[in-house]
């Protein structure tokens, strides 16, 4: 049996790995835990969750996980609205992608532990929802879909939808359905598409499934 910590930035994500990636990894003796960002420690025992405004935060979150050295840890956090204090943030690179496995690498490196695997969705959690936006009129109607599926046709691939302020993932989807609720609808449209089509679109998620079996 293979145990998976995987740190999520929060509820949304935690659904995510329950609903989604645990179904698919169980069968293969590989089980996911998902544990969703502390962003604050209080005395009685409890924490604040979800939310990231410093690296620091991250990194003791995963310096706790790596404690048990027999599970393997990784994170679910979105590269877009990361920490500017992140390893290899401010690094360049030739590419989007060579930029966040450069970042990946350098927090590996900060933590220090060798089960530490982390990893960012490229751009949000919603990219990985524009693998099939046709799935959106479980939650939109026939207008909405289709300006969802015109933004999915002008980028190679989900992970490559626009990450600034206004034209993330999950901006678009708010624009044409103000209505979308991130956690519940999220789940649901997430199910609706499966791993397999967004491992088909999204480059940077299967290659992180794929370490996962590993």
């Not at 992970?159 to 999220?186: C, H, M, Q, W």
Request: glycine fraction near 4%; charged fraction near 25%.
């Amino acid at each position: 049996m293979k145990r998976v910590y995987i740190l999520c930035e929060g509820q949304t994500e935690e659904k995510f790995v329950n609903s989604v990636l645990a179904p698919y990894f169980t069968p293969q003796d590989i089980y996911v835990i998902p544990v969703i960002l502390a962003t604050k420690r209080i005395a009685s025992g409890g924490k604040h969750r979800g939310g990231v405004s410093s690296y620091e935060k991250i990194s003791k979150e995963l310096k706790l996980l790596c404690h048990d050295s027999s599970a393997y840890v990784t994170s679910l956090l979105d590269f877009f609205a990361l920490p500017e204090d992140t390893p290899g943030f401010s690094a360049t690179a030739p590419s989007l992608y060579d930029h966040i496995e450069m970042i990946e690498q350098a927090i590996n490196q900060d933590i220090g532990k060798p089960n530490c695997h982390a990893n960012l969705l490229v751009h949000e959690f919603e990219g990985l929802l524009f693998s099939a936006p046709e799935e959106f009129a479980l939650i939109a109607d026939q207008d909405a879909v289709d300006t969802l599926c015109a933004v999915r046709e002008e980028y190679p691939n989900p992970e490559e939808i626009n990450s600034s302020f206004d034209t993330a993932p999950s901006k678009r989807i708010l624009a044409v359905i103000p209505e979308y609720k991130k956690v519940a609808d999220g789940s649901d449209l997430s199910q609706v598409i499966g791993i397999d089509r967004m491992m088909t679109s999204c480059p940077h998620f299967a290659a992180w499934i794929q370490k996962i079996r590993e």
